[in-house]
């Protein structure tokens, strides 16, 4: 196995662990706790199922972390592409993204410490108390959709190496483009025109698989030590 190659397979195992674990946390979790517009009932599930409700606060810090691991691996596979680009990368990939992450477990505790009722919270009572922990736990929901632009624009950086790289297939880096602008688009959507959040979302899934594809490429086929990263090339 090529230097290259390994480090493209590094790079897709730490990728595949934030795609194993993004449904957990935006999928599972909301769907088993959340009752959409009941503060009591959700506040009751939160009580009933705090160690479920406390793993993804622990996954949203899983995630943050990983964001930062996997951009730094991404680089270390690309740099040789394009520095600058691949500096763009982890700024937008690993760095933002990992902030807002870190941030939103605060949404979460804020919520989880209302919903227990803590004794210098007696000047609420038990509905206001639950309101305000459906309203950390929507800010936690706005954070996210603010976070998809940050999940869309590094995606441009690394479609552009990518599609540059010369051991990894151009289509990937065009898909990338392609899942960048979909990120992009739902967040602002999410936003602007809230009414039509589902319908484009449902519209762009399919874009968002571009990703999975790239995993599954770095992780089964690697980087072709047939074509060496630039760096190489000229060294050569």
Not at 156 to 167: C, D, E, G, N, T
Not at 183 to 190: D, I, N, Q, R
Request: hydrophobic letters at 55%.
């Amino acid at each position: 196995m090529t230097p290259t190659s390994k480090n493209a397979r590094i790079a897709g195992f730490l990728y595949l662990s934030l795609v194993i674990a993004s449904p957990l946390r935006y999928i599972y979790i909301p769907s088993a706790l959340i009752a959409r517009g009941d503060a009591t009932a959700t506040a009751s599930n939160i009580v009933a199922h705090e160690s479920l409700f406390r793993l993804g606060m622990v996954t949203d810090l899983f995630c943050g972390t990983m964001c930062i691991f996997i951009a730094l691996a991404l680089y270390r596979l690309l740099e040789g592409v394009d520095q600058s680009l691949a500096m763009l990368m982890v700024i937008l990939g690993g760095v933002m993204p990992s902030a807002i992450y870190f941030f939103n477990v605060v949404n979460d505790a804020a919520a989880l410490i209302l919903v227990r009722g803590a004794s210098f919270l007696s000047v609420f009572d038990k509905r206001q108390r639950d309101a305000l922990a459906l309203l950390f736990l929507r800010m936690h929901d706005q954070e996210i959709l603010a976070a998809q632009i940050f999940w869309g624009l590094w995606l441009f950086p690394l479609a552009i190496l990518v599609y540059r790289s010369r051991f990894l297939p151009r289509f990937l880096g065009v898909w990338l483009i392609i899942n960048g602008l979909a990120y992009v688009a739902t967040s602002l959507t999410g936003f602007l025109l809230p009414r039509f959040a589902n319908m484009v979302g449902n519209v762009t899934f399919p874009a968002l698989l571009g990703e999975v594809v790239f995993v599954l490429w770095l992780l089964i086929k690697g980087a072709s030590p047939d074509h060496p990263p630039l760096h190489e090339a000229h060294a050569e």
